[in-house]
């Protein structure tokens, strides 16, 4: 296989409702979409979660399109590959820059999936038929958080996240745990938290929650294992894991004892399937994080969550939780708390709303040397 075409589309998509956190709101979703071509006119889509501001991580959609358009299409084009496995190796000479590398790995997995007749979720090895839907309520009020949470399980939601900080966890969590005492319920605090919070962290292991998310700085494993020896709460890291190494360590020190996969957070499918791997044979729970994608990023999430070791539901809900109108063709649905996995159509199984894209379309460029 040889990606011989390029094209960058950078889209603007409004949220149905802002989603907030402690760190920013999010109104209209900008991404990258990424769109490579093959020796043999294969398409395939990937798309860069990096967000319009380094909220989250230091990466952007400004920094995504320039390393993207410098350096990483450069080295990928005109290469022949025979497995999407060796474009890690292809990034090698780029640091960091995971969201950026992991957009164009996404496009290459498509390719490779297409070209051998079978799903993206069969190429990685998934066996699931279907995975179980969560979702997240930002921050907000506690009424409209409740009148959220009421709403999502309605919807039938099969676990429930909520963002957290100081002076705003205690107080929902035990609304929360009143109307629904038995709901599969987590909290992430985006790294709200210290060390100096601990007696105060202690008192979240009272609300039997699945885990707590990333309570720590975003770039910690070190306080995290103290924490986590003072908690009976599993901790779960987010930010501060970027590579299997990361994982590695972390799960040595004992800083956590569940992990989020983002395929953005660690620069691709195929380090995200070497996670699972190591996971999965340590009998450490993963699931599959969520960053607030288009249908294209939803759909390699539910390809990634359908390998056997994504025990736990993760942040996967369907595409009308976010937009009105979504990019893919059929949107992805949740019936009686799952989303179905495509293994019937080969790649990533949807079809992209080109008319859709192109509306939205704030600027395009194509590359082919
Ligand atoms: O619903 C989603 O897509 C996930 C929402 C979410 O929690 C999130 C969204 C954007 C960036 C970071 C995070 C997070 O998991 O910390
Ligand atoms: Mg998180």
Redesign the pocket.
Known sequence: MMIQKVTLHHVRIPLKTPFANRLTTVTDRDLILVEAEDEQGSVGWGECVAFSSPWYTEETVGTAWHVMEEFLIPLLLHHRLEHPMEVPERFAPVRRHYMAKAALEGAVWDIWSQRQGISLAQALGGTRKRIAAGVVVGTGSPEDMMATIHRRVDEGYRRIKVKVKPNADVDVLTQIRKEFPDLPLMV?A?SAYTLNDLEHLKRLDSFKLLMI??PLAADDIVDHALLQRELSTPICL??SLHSLEDVRKAVEMGSCQIV?VKVGRVGGLSEAKRIHDYCQARNIPVWC?GMLESGIGRAHNIALASLAGFVLPGDISASNRYWERDLIQPEVVVHNGMIDVSFDRPGIGFAVDRKRVEEICLAKRTFTR
Request: glycine letters at 12%; aromatic letters at 0%.
């Open positions: 992430d985006n998310e990333q987010d930010e989020n994080g």
